[in-house]
């Protein structure tokens, strides 16, 4: 507790880094800000029951960072970039060029990368913008709007997402930590006090059990977050040594740390796109006036409806989605080259193809235990609704990942311009 006081203490002596953290909190302002201004033509009452039974637009809500459960200006948030950063990473296996300039060109080729997936950002704005306003249309949320209003309507929303990627990109540069990652964050964190209030009020003495029993609970899955999230698997490294003249190079040990987690929540949201996005679908085919049809439409819906077999598809999906990221983003051959081109070698294995079927085999036995624990994580809100039969106290998910992530990086952010300025 000392320690952190006085870490605090030094955080607000320092004037660069009382700036930055200034700049973060006038930032988050602004997106709250424009957050609660509604496109026209919304009728809230629909839209919060469309919200409360859609588990699938529940998750865009949570990229948007709060903002389409109030159809805002910048109700996709981050989400458009976010898919297509996931979209070119998975190009990058399918084209040589793009992993070339991801992964070997260094800096430079990571801000061209980036840059694209700012183009790709802008049609796929444009076309979630179109569909969101169609399907809410459909539902009465929205009314129906002349194709000059509606058009405008989606310019804007394309507009607010790309402000808001160009906000998080300001907050990175000027702040600390990721500025998407704290947008979804504070979208999070802003429908805190809506559910304690609804916890508040539902409150009776003889749910005093289940809500201590809940606060136990919630204390455990946060430490067993954190302690996953923040694991990892050193692999010793050694350096040959090189004499240059006088002098002598290398020589030294390292390790490489191999994260227990490393695909993050990505593995989540690819599985509930499969899970989610077919019930959609499924709603327009139950429509099709053919009863053979109607009745497949509805068989399938009754079926993911159901909870049990919902969160087991669920658990295994996330668990093989998580084995597909990590060997998108992890490339053993080219660590091993790497490592082989400084002169580094793993002790007992030889460099080059060994050493990468070695990391290969290693990543492999770690994975699976990052997979069960995302598996975990995933199901745990649909096991506490079942358990509990309360809807608010819904513990684990791609939220509290989210938000255990981004605020241990920000705390080693601080703690590193901290020690910069001790030094």
């Given amino acids: 507790m000392k320690n952190l006081l006085l870490k605090c203490t030094m955080v607000l002596k320092d ?46 809500n949570i990229f948007s960072g709060g903002g389409l459960s109030n159809l805002s200006i910048v109700m996709l948030g981050v989400g458009p970039y976010i898919t297509a950063s996931i979209i070119m990473q998975l190009l990058t296996m399918m084209f040589p060029k793009l992993k070339e300039m991801y992964h070997e060109e260094g800096d430079a080729g990571r801000k061209k990368f980036a840059q694209y997936s700012r183009i790709l950002m802008v049609p796929l704005a444009i076309i979630q913008g179109l569909s969101f306003i169609i399907i809410l249309q459909r539902q009465g949320i929205i009314v129906d709007l002349p194709l000059l209003s509606m058009i405008a309507n989606i310019a804007v929303i394309a507009a607010g997402s790309v402000f808001l990627t160009w906000l998080g990109e300001l907050m990175s540069e000027f702040g600390i930590g990721s ?41 455990v899955v946060i430490a067993g977050v954190v302690a996953v999230t923040e694991a990892e698997r050193p692999v010793p490294i050694t350096y040959a040594k090189s004499v240059r003249g006088s002098k002598v190079f290398g020589g030294v040990s390292t390790y490489l740390p191999l994260r227990l987690n490393q695909a993050g929540v990505i593995p989540i949201i690819f599985a509930l796109s499969i899970l989610l996005f077919p019930q959609m679908i499924l709603q327009f085919l139950k429509n099709i006036d053919h009863a053979t049809i109607q009745a497949i439409a509805t068989f399938l819906t009754g079926l993911l409806a159901n909870q049990i077999f919902y ?32 002169g580094g070698f793993v002790p007992g294995v030889r460099p080059g193809y060994h050493t990468a079927e070695y990391l290969g085999t290693i990543v492999t036995r770690i994975t699976l235990v990052g997979a069960l624990f995302l598996g975990v994580i995933a199901v745990l809100p649909i096991v506490m609704q079942i358990l509990t039969g309360f809807q608010a106290l819904a513990l684990g998910g791609t939220a509290l990942l989210i938000v255990v992530s981004v605020v241990l990086d920000l705390i080693r952010k601080i703690e590193a311009q901290v020690s910069m300025r001790e030094y």
Avoid: M
């Fill in 179 to 219: 500025g998407s990652s704290l947008i979804i964050f504070a979208g999070i964190v802003s429908r805190l006090p809506q559910t304690a209030s609804q916890l508040l009020f539902s409150f009776s003495s003889s749910d005093l059990p289940l809500y201590l029993g809940f606060l136990v609970a919630a204390c």
């Fill in 311 to 342: 969160a087991v598809t669920y658990f295994i999906l996330v668990v093989l989605f998580t084995y597909f990221y990590t060997a998108v983003t992890f490339d053993p051959d080219s660590i091993a080259e790497n490592l082989q081109k400084g």
């Fill in 15 to 60: 004037g660069s880094l009382r700036k930055r953290i200034l700049f973060i909190v006038a930032a988050l302002a602004v997106f709250r800000l424009l957050a609660n201004i509604p496109i026209p033509g919304v009728d809230k009452v629909a839209l919060e029951q469309f919200f409360s039974s859609n588990q699938f637009l529940g998750l865009l």
